[in-house]
């Protein structure tokens, strides 16, 4: 099965800064990831799909990008409500994996 | 508007069984696979297993295979899962979500509340 590693597992930042995950495939081949934002007590959101596809409604600052099995989510500059735990995720023959979590914490 | 909605979740005693459903409304439900994933406290998210249509049949993660069985039911929007053998890491909020499918790309479009199942003596 694959794995995905997320770094890093937590992450200080003040608002408007810009900020980097990184999630690695441990495997090669072919990759579809997707980004999900998770607030306290509420379902994950998806906000991007397909490595780069911005999901509607999720604002510009949010970006995905791909180089063979690293994949990352860039936040451009960081608005208050952005502070939350991030999943990558990715599916293999119909099973589906989630990478650890990164939380994103104000500084 | 979209919407997914979870009920069944309780306080089970380990070994027990339980049934989770999600309805489904202001979609098709018929034409999206359908995901069941949880959260221990705590923890981050695992998924527990998917179901589309027939001859496709339903993925399951190894840590439920053979004690959990997906099922939906398309005429009434209704998805559900049937937990058997229960057990105390089988603790977590269960969410139900729509998922999209194409050509090797598989992710999570749009997601319930979710359940709280506790399993405890």
């Known amino acids: 099965d694959i794995q995905l590693t997320q770094s890093p597992s937590l992450l200080s930042a003040s608002v408007g800064d810009r900020v980097t995950i990184t999630c690695r495939a441990s495997q090669g081949g072919d990759h579809y990831v997707a980004w999900y934002q998770q607030k306290p007590g509420k379902a994950p959101k998806l906000l991007i799909y397909d490595a780069s596809t911005l999901q509607s409604d999720v604002p510009p600052r949010f970006s995905g990008s791909a180089s063979g099995t690293e994949f990352t989510l860039t936040i451009s500059s960081l608005q208050p409500e952005d502070f939350a735990t991030y999943y990558c995720q990715e599916s293999k023959n119909y099973l589906m994996t989630f990478g650890q979590g990164t939380r994103l914490q104000i500084k | 508007d979209e919407l997914l909605v979870a009920s069944g979740g309780t306080l089970v005693q380990p070994g027990g069984s339980l049934r989770l459903s999600c309805e489904g409304s202001?979609?098709?439900?018929?034409?999206?696979?359908m995901h069941w994933v949880r959260q221990a406290p705590g923890k981050g998210l695992e998924w527990v297993a998917n179901i589309y249509q027939r001859p496709i049949q339903p993925s399951y993660a190894e840590s439920v295979r053979g004690r959990f069985t997906i099922s939906r039911d398309d005429a009434r929007n209704l998805l559900s899962l049937e937990m058997n053998s229960l057990r105390v890491d089988d603790t977590a909020v269960y969410f139900c979500a729509r998922g999209k499918y194409n050509f090797g790309s598989s992710y999570l479009d749009s997601w319930g509340p979710g359940t709280q199942v506790t399993v405890s003596p």
């Open positions: 202001g979609f098709t439900f018929r034409m999206y696979w």
